[in-house]
């Protein structure tokens, strides 16, 4: 009779892959809607002073 260690790993294998697959499907972090998408009025104010001046 052949060893069931194989096959109990291969399953282990492939049960940990649907879980971390959930896991991740299921993450309600998104970061994309936490990056800064550019400077904002109060850094546009401050340069456009320095710019003027330089000018």
Same mark, same amino acid.
């Given at each position: 009779m052949p060893s069931l260690?194989?096959?109990c790993r291969r399953l282990n294998?492939? /049960?940990t892959g649907w879980q971390n697959l959930? /896991? =991740?499907i =299921?993450?309600?972090y998104r970061?994309?809607?936490h990056?800064?998408?550019g400077p904002g009025p109060k850094w546009r104010a401050k340069h456009?002073?320095?710019a003027a001046a330089a000018r």
């Open positions: 260690l194989p096959l294998a492939i /049960a959930i /896991a =991740r =299921r993450d309600p970061p994309e809607l990056y800064m998408r456009t002073v320095h």
